[in-house]
């Protein structure tokens, strides 16, 4: 299995510019999970899924974010507008079970100029 | 606001010795797990273990779960460079909720 696929690798875009994320979990998974990385937060936790159904999008920033998951094998994660403060790493991150082992993605590196 | 928090923050030892983190919570939990993150890699599962076991082995890794005290440890044994990384715990709540990440322990191991 290739693991957690996500793309693109880097962006880099300006403020106002639409971004959107990608990932295709491990075929199997049945929950799906996008987090946020910076020094100053740390990981949190802004989304997930189950069974390609939103459960809880309370880590989601504000209204400028929206993720979907249209099928077992892909979701984004889109900002728009996008701003500087949004400049992170985003991890999205499978799993069989809630509270079983998730399997990350490599990250997609944003730089909101 | 975190249900496991890992002490100390960050760690450096010299290559050989022992490396011990420990990551504490608030309420009562199914399983805890430890991560490790490699500097711009994504985070990788090291070992679960679940509410009725109190330690658990995995090649030179060691974690034990005191669930009176509500605290983990993470014994890294003979330490490498390669060791070099930050470590997370994260909690598995009952109830079935969503595992929630502390923020971590880097380690620093020198040659």
């Known amino acids: 299995d290739a693991g957690v696929i996500q793309s693109p690798r880097h962006e880099v875009t300006e403020m106002g510019q639409e971004v959107t994320l990608r990932c295709k979990p491990i075929?199997?998974?049945?929950?799906l999970f996008w987090y946020r990385q910076t020094m100053m937060r740390g990981l949190e936790l802004l989304i997930y899924?189950?069974?390609?159904?939103?459960?809880?999008d309370s880590g989601m920033p504000e209204d400028r974010f929206s993720a979907k998951m249209p099928n077992a094998s892909f979701s984004t994660l889109k900002i728009q507008p996008s701003e500087p403060r949004d400049s992170a790493v985003y991890f999205c991150?499978?799993?069989?079970?809630?509270?079983?082992?998730?399997?990350f993605g490599p990250g997609t590196r944003l730089l909101v100029l | 606001s975190q249900q496991g928090e890992e002490d100390p923050q960050a760690l450096s030892i010299q290559e050989g010795e022992n490396a011990t983190m420990n990551c504490s919570y608030k309420?009562?939990?199914?399983?805890l797990q430890w991560y490790r993150q490699n500097s711009g890699r994504g985070l990788v599962h090291l070992i679960l273990i679940r509410s009725n076991e109190r330690e658990k082995h995995s090649g030179r890794l060691r974690v034990t779960l005191d669930t009176s005290k509500k605290s983990s440890s993470l014994l890294i044994t003979a330490s490498r460079a390669a060791d070099t990384a930050s470590y997370f715990c994260?909690?598995?709540?009952?109830?079935?909720?969503?595992?929630?990440f502390g923020a971590g322990t880097r380690l620093f191991v020198k040659a």
């Open positions: 991150a499978s799993s069989r079970q809630i509270q079983e082992t998730q399997y």
């Open positions: 994260a909690t598995g709540p009952t109830g079935g909720f969503k595992t929630i």
């Open positions: 309420t009562s939990i199914n399983n």
């Open positions: 899924f189950n069974n390609n159904v939103p459960i809880d």
């Open positions: 075929s199997g998974h049945d929950y």
